[in-house]
């Protein structure tokens, strides 16, 4: 059992807000999944020839009092691509010129301790051992600012507990995916990517669903598309919130098992696990509430 949030602000005005907003309904999830959390939000996109990175220092030896400025500086003298990093704790977003796989190889080889979160010129993501609370207050999440968020709070029933293991999942350039549920075969679907180059981090049963899309997006699908293939790929139980950079979508499997309620106004979209989470929002009274049918795919779009 596990716990999905999401957030949309269709007015530009709103965006300050997001965090705000945010932060109720990530700690109304707490009961579903009270071990871990994580968070990535979209913020506008970078100029085209900026990328962003977003790292973790929790396992190295240093953790919390990891020298970002002295990652960036020795990744500028051996790159040259005007680097700089946004730092909390031991999260930080890098930002820097280029494209992303130099960046990552470089760091895969020169700090191979950090784990890589999330790329991309939009998304920024946090993920911590931790009550949903705890992990919101380390992180600064009330004063996040962005269009849309993905979040998640974790009960784990089928790997450890460590920050690697905790959602969001992400695949690609600004691209995450939640879960609340269990997949049933999510180590045939491991075998059948590896072969095709498909890399694996966990074994986390999310991470076979994300890097599923990951491959289906590489081949050149659409995300429905790839959402439509993973209906019949993916067996078990799931509902399945995911972001890219201009997009939240939303899946359940064909019975539906696993909770979901979404609440859409004229300002936004909100989605949980349970109602609780949403009900503190504005205006939420002359909502358009529903239960997403499914096997049926919910895409909203700024």
């Not at 999944?33 to 913020?43: E, I, R």
């Not at 919390?64 to 990744?75: I, K, P, S, T, Y």
């Amino acid at each position: 059992m596990c716990g999905i949030v999401g957030l949309l602000l269709k007015k530009p005005t709103l965006q300050g807000q997001l965090g705000e907003l945010m932060v109720p309904m990530l700690i109304g999830m707490t009961d579903r999944g009270p071990d871990s959390a994580g968070m990535a939000v979209f913020t506008p996109p970078l100029p085209e020839g900026r990328r962003k990175i977003s790292l973790y220092s929790g396992l190295t030896e240093q953790g919390d009092a990891f020298h970002w400025n002295g990652l960036v500086e020795d990744m500028n003298d051996a790159l040259a691509v005007n680097a700089s990093a946004a730092a909390k704790g031991n999260h930080a977003v890098v930002t820097f010129d280029g494209a992303v796989a130099p960046v990552k190889a470089w760091l895969t080889a020169h700090a191979p301790k950090l784990h890589q979160l999330s790329a991309g010129r939009s998304i920024d993501l946090f993920k911590e051992i931790g009550t949903p609370a705890q992990v919101a207050q380390r992180y600064g999440f009330g004063q996040l600012k962005g269009s849309h968020l993905v979040g998640h709070t974790r009960m784990a029933t089928e790997s450890a507990v460590t920050p690697d293991r905790a959602h969001p999942f992400t695949a690609g350039e600004d691209f995450c995916l939640v879960h609340n549920g269990s997949l049933s075969n999510p180590n045939g679907v491991r075998r059948m990517l590896e072969p095709r180059g498909i890399k694996f981090e966990t074994d986390n049963d999310t991470e076979a669903a994300c890097r599923f899309l990951e491959w289906r997006l590489r081949e050149g699908d659409d995300l429905p598309t790839a959402l439509q293939k993973g209906f019949e790929a993916l067996d078990g139980f799931y509902t399945f919130l995911m972001g890219t950079s201009t997009e939240l979508a939303l899946i359940r499997d064909p019975f539906a098992c696993k909770p979901a309620v979404v609440a859409e106004t004229d300002d936004y979209v909100a989605i949980a696990s349970e109602f609780r989470s949403l009900a503190h929002l504005p205006d939420v009274k002359h909502a358009h509430v529903f239960e997403p049918a499914p096997e049926e795919m919910y895409v909203w779009t700024l």
